[in-house]
């Protein structure tokens, strides 16, 4: 198997996914610890700060089922459906932007530009 753009992009989505559940367990790691220390069934929605860390973690394996998607339209060659990601991928990071600019959700725009990219056949 040939290594291509498209697998390098798809590989970058996977472990923004996988960074986003390390880094919110270890930064939400005591109201995690909380709620677990309270039996854990409904006790993230009474307080900010666990469901903030609820979502936090919770985004992280879309983004990854993204990646391993793209990886896998990366090896079949499916252009288009790279650029799907790309696009969904860019929609979520813009608007996240918007409500917070000095978030990583840049990360995901500058990487989903770049699958746009290839599904636009910009880039090979």
């Not at 198997?1 to 390098?8: A, E, R």
């Not at 854990?40 to 903030?52: Q, Y």
């Not at 079949?76 to 917070?100: E, K, Q, W």
Request: hydrophobic residues 60%.
């Amino acid at each position: 198997m040939t290594i291509s753009s498209g697998h390098i992009a798809a590989a970058t989505l996977f472990v923004l996914g996988i960074l986003h559940i390390l880094f919110g367990v270890a930064k939400f790691r005591q109201a995690l610890g909380a709620a677990w220390g309270e039996g854990l069934f409904n006790r993230f929605g009474a307080n900010d700060e666990r469901r903030l860390a609820f979502w936090f973690i919770a985004f992280g394996p879309p983004l990854v089922l993204c990646g391993h998607l793209a990886w896998r339209a990366a090896g079949a060659a499916d252009t288009a459906s790279l650029g799907l990601v790309g696009i969904y991928g860019f929609a979520t990071g813009a608007v996240g932007i918007v409500a917070f600019p000095r978030s990583p959700l840049w990360g995901l725009v500058a990487v989903s530009a770049v699958l746009i990219a290839i599904g636009e056949g910009w880039i090979v």
